[in-house]
């Protein structure tokens, strides 16, 4: 294995920043990860492993070896009266995955359409939209764990998902994502209720929606109110929602009347922090390259030339203003390097 070196960044991730990477490789296969990590161990040299680079903020030049996980195949392993069981590459496109499985009848991620990254991506932070997450359908992930140097299967349990959370991101850059097994539905329960959703159903007056219609109605709901990165730089929701104590929320109600929360227990609360931060005045402001997104406060977005550092001074600031209004501190959802 022979690394290509000092290669610019900026096509490989979805801010666009121009930044350069010292080594660069793709992975294309369980025995080419292999390799390539037996290169770090020989060079003394640090290793990154990205997607598609859809949730990554660069702040500063990579001195590592990049992995770029490209190991691609959807393998059907089982089939049952109600199942289906599929084993994906995890370098294999998110959206491509969830078109495949839609045209298929296949149920249980179609409110995850559209989301940018690739299969391997999408247990780390347990993506999530419109009422679903992909913990839901996931069964096991086969990931090469590099405390102990061996390959493991990991089930479901064992990777500790949680509202954009999960092991792999607790246990940062231990376990390399290979393959991710699946169980999807062939007599799914659709999930509408999520407001948007039933919103393009009701005005497509379509009332038995197939599983088509829900992709499409996701498709359509992201494509209104979220950035394409192709066209400008942004990884999606920059924050995470934030989870508040009763006590925390009540007080704020009294405050601000028409804040957007709910009850996640009987002790806690998710806050909208799109909302929080509209609310600070934030939605639409512009600062040189960086931006908070018109549409959805949520997202962080780059112009033009703008450099990661630009990127994270600027959520800086967005977060000491939710802080000073409202005594809340958001977490960042994205990945600073
Ligand atoms: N809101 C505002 N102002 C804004 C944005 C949102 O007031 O600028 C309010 C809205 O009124 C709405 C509430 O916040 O009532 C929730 O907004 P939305 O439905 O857009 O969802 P979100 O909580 O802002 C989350 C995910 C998104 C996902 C949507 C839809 C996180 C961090 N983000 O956003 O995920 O698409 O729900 O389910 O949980 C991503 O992770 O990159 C992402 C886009």
């Excluded at 292999?34 to 640090?46: M, R, T, V």
């Excluded at 391997?120 to 347990?126: E, K, Y």
């Excluded at 829900?214 to 989870?243: E, H, M």
């Amino acid at each position: 294995m022979t690394p290509t070196q000092n290669i610019s960044l900026k096509p490989f991730h979805s801010f666009g920043c121009e930044v350069n990477a010292a080594y660069f490789t793709t992975i294309e296969s369980s025995q080419s990860l292999e390799s390539a990590l037996d290169w770090c161990k020989q060079h003394n040299k640090p290793f990154l492993v990205l997607g598609s680079g859809s949730n990554m903020l660069f702040t500063k030049q990579v001195d590592a070896l990049v992995l770029k996980m490209e190991i691609k195949g959807i393998q059907k392993t089982n089939e049952t009266a109600s199942a289906v069981y599929l084993s994906v590459g995890a370098g294999e496109n998110w959206h491509h995955f969830v078109s495949y499985c839609v045209q298929k009848g296949w149920g249980g991620i179609e409110n995850l359409s559209l989301i940018p990254g690739t299969v391997g991506a999408a247990p780390i932070q347990n993506i999530g939209a419109y009422g679903v997450e992909v913990k839901e359908t996931i069964e096991n992930i086969t990931a090469y764990d590099t405390h102990n140097g061996e390959w493991v299967k990991l089930n479901k349990l064992d990777c500790d998902f949680g509202y954009r959370n999960s092991l792999f991101k607790k246990e940062k850059n231990r376990y390399i994502i290979c393959k991710v097994d699946f169980c999807l539905q062939k007599q799914p329960k659709l999930r509408i209720d999520y407001g948007a959703i039933r919103e393009v159903l009701h005005q497509k007056e379509i009332q038995n929606p197939s599983l088509e219609d829900v992709s499409n109605a996701v498709i359509l709901i992201r494509t209104q109110k979220l950035p394409d990165p192709k066209k400008i730089g942004n990884a999606g929701s920059f924050f995470k929602n934030p989870t508040i104590s009763k006590e925390q929320f009540e007080a704020l109600k009294i405050k601000n009347d028409d804040i957007m929360a709910f009850p996640i227990s009987d002790i806690a609360y998710k806050l909208a922090a799109g909302w929080l931060i509209e609310h600070c005045g934030w939605k639409g402001v512009k600062k040189g390259n960086i931006g908070c997104y018109e549409k959805q406060a949520l997202v962080i977005v780059n112009y033009g030339n703008g450099t990661g550092q630009e990127i994270l001074d600027f959520s800086k600031e967005i977060i000491q203003s939710v802080l000073e209004k409202f005594g809340v501190e958001l977490e960042r959802e994205v990945n600073i390097y």
